[in-house]
């Protein structure tokens, strides 16, 4: 028999605007790009949506000392041996949010939402 599909967990801390950090089980879409967008206003924060154990996609402000210098998304797939930065200079909130976006729809297609490039932990 098929294995039901495990519920995405939402969770985000560290941000210096309320919500200040946060956990939904179970998250709607628009949850999820609510508060993706919602760490564009702030200068610190981090956001995950995870799906099982290991599996996951991440956004964080990328440098602190200089918060419009965009987002940084990460993504892993099931261990750390398949964990993965987004190679692009720059990306905005709505790139985020997109991404977060095809992750909710379907986790196992989430390789197609970017250049991806390893990261060794």
């Known amino acids: 028999m098929p294995k039901a599909p495990q519920p995405f967990v939402l969770e985000w801390a560290d941000f210096d605007i309320e919500p200040a950090d946060g956990h939904v089980d179970g998250p709607t879409l628009d949850d999820v790009e609510s508060i993706v967008l919602h760490l564009a206003d702030c200068t610190s924060g981090f956001v995950i949506l995870g799906v099982g154990d290991m599996t996951y996609v991440q956004v964080a402000i990328k440098d602190l000392d200089d918060p419009d210098a965009g987002l940084r998304v990460e993504w892993q797939d099931g261990d750390l041996d398949k964990h993965f930065d987004l190679a692009e ?33």
Do not use: C, H, T
Request: proline share 12%.
């Open 89 to 121: 200079e720059y990306i905005s909130p709505d790139r985020a949010a997109a991404i977060f976006r095809v992750f909710f729809q379907n986790p196992g297609s989430i390789a197609s939402a970017g250049p991806w490039k390893p990261m060794d932990l």
